[in-house]
């Protein structure tokens, strides 16, 4: 499996965008928006601890890519469909942080999707993508 996409890379990548979300969790004029901070600000290092340590809990999507589409409101973006080894199916976008590997992105390909579960400041729970492996050809 070749690892295509890590928020780790990400975030050296996109330092701005760990600034950004620290902003709004630690903003109280915005009640409604963010991240709750409950397992630390994200991107620090208790955070990142955390995250490796299980304490921030995970879901893993497994399966075969059977489709490739476009999607969003102008289809400006490509996603794909997960056909999970449970037999239940799985869409996201087809994230990577280097452009040349979104080649790897092809139906009957085996995928892994590891994603973590944060709590919001509203109280419900979003899960964000940590990494995405995708077979190599």
């Keep these: 499996m070749k690892k295509i996409y890590s928020l780790e890379i990400e975030h050296e990548d996109n330092p701005g965008t760990v600034e950004l979300t620290q902003k709004l969790t630690l903003d109280k ?6 991240l709750a901070g409950t397992y ?3 991107g620090s290092s208790k955070w990142w601890e ?3 340590s ?5 879901r893993i999507y497994e399966g075969t890519i059977e489709d490739i ?7 400006e973006s490509k996603s794909f469909t997960l056909r999970l080894n449970d037999g239940e199916s799985y869409n996201y976008s087809c994230e990577v942080n280097r452009k040349r590997n979104m080649k790897h992105y092809q139906v009957g390909r085996k ?3 590891i994603e973590f579960i944060e ?7 979003h899960e964000f993508v940590w990494s995405i492996e995708i ?3």
């Design 111 to 113: 995928v892994k999707v």
């Design 135 to 137: 077979e190599n050809a």
């Design 119 to 125: 709590n919001m400041k509203t109280g419900g729970d």
């Design 29 to 34: 004029s915005r009640p409604a928006m963010g």
């Design 54 to 58: 299980g304490k921030i809990p995970k």
């Design 50 to 52: 955390n995250l490796y």
């Design 69 to 75: 589409h476009f999607s969003g409101m102008n289809n």
């Design 40 to 42: 630390g600000l994200y």
